[in-house]
Nanobody
Framework: QVQLVESGGGSVQAGASLRLSCTASGATFSRHAMGWFRQAPGKEREFVAAITWSGGNIYYADSVKGRFTISRDNAKNTVYLQMNSLKPEDTAIYYC????????????????????WGQGTQVTVSS
């Protein structure tokens, strides 16, 4: 498995931007698909975005499409989530996830499709 550490969360006003980072160690990061998920209080963890090993294929939840951008820098073992035009409904704990059971591709957009998880970083958006 890969060890993941997120950073970059915080409290912002609606319309602001944040960039989350997730740094990986302990495995061959560049070989694996990575994703971001979020979980709001009282709700299930939901898919936000995912990216293949090369960045050639990217997937977004409809709720964030056009506002969030996922990217990765394999040389730095880091995946990013740029979040623009934040809304109060984006408030959640954001988790970075990696799929070390498969090489390269995104197999599933559900949490079950990822086997390595970070500890999460809180994002709070006020109106």
């Amino acid at each position: 498995q890969v060890q993941l550490v997120e950073s970059g969360g915080g409290s912002v006003q609606a319309g602001a931007s944040l960039r989350l980072s997730c740094t990986a160690s302990g495995a061959t990061f560049s070989r694996h698909a990575m994703g971001w998920f979020r979980q709001a209080p009282g709700k299930e963890r939901e898919f936000v975005a995912a990216i293949t090993w090369s960045g050639g294929n990217i997937y977004y939840a409809d709720s964030v499409k056009g506002r969030f951008t996922i990217s990765r820098d394999n040389a730095k073992n880091t995946v990013y989530l740029q979040m623009n035009s934040l809304k109060p409904e984006d408030t959640a704990i954001y988790y970075c996830a990696g799929d070390t059971r498969n090489v390269g591709v995104v197999v599933s957009l559900s949490p079950a499709g990822f086997d390595s998880w970070g500890q999460g970083t809180q994002v709070t958006v006020s109106s």
